[in-house]
């Protein structure tokens, strides 16, 4: 496994999830994401891939690891498991909702329809390029909304819990707390600096 910390970006908001046995086609998506806001872990199998989320039983569905992956991008031939045994284990998971993006050397219609079908966003030709990393720009966001929904819906669960206040047998409900307005402000600054990033590629 190699974890790396893009330079304008060293605290966790992004997370790239790269699986791929050739070290090139690794090396190029490091390059090509070095200058991007996000974290990126390779890995060089499915397999692998499968531990690091927590699959690699086959009966296991969910992560115990408490880690957040925004994009899984995956090599379709690889030795062992392949990019599409790869897909369907994480579409059969609680990672379903992660967008994966399937890539290959080879156009093989058959296989793209294949792949397509059994849920990646998208099925890039390698070598990949600036511009197939813009394609990707809706899917960040996509991810980013779900994460940052599911993030805020907790919160708010836990201190509308925490406002509840029982007197004399009857409970009543604080006002939400400033720092829930802070957070939603603290999201859209986020989610904004990242649509001007990419738009900017």
Known sequence: ?????????????????????????RKILERLL??????????????KALKYLGLHNASSTSSEHGIKVNLIMTDYSMPGMSGYDLLKRIKESTWRDVPVVIMSSENIPSRISMCLEGGAEEFLSKPLQLSDLKRLQPYFMKSFDNSSQEDYANSSITSNNDNIIKNNGISKMKGMPVEHGF???????IATAILQFWKSL
Request: hydrophobic content about 40%.
């Open 1 to 25: 496994m190699e974890v790396v910390d893009t330079p304008k970006l060293q605290q966790e908001h992004f997370h790239v999830l790269v699986v791929d046995d050739s070290v090139i086609d």
């Open 34 to 47: 070095r200058d991007s806001s996000c974290k990126v872990t390779f890995m060089e199998s499915g397999d």
């Open 183 to 189: 957070k939603l402000w603290y999201i859209i600054a």
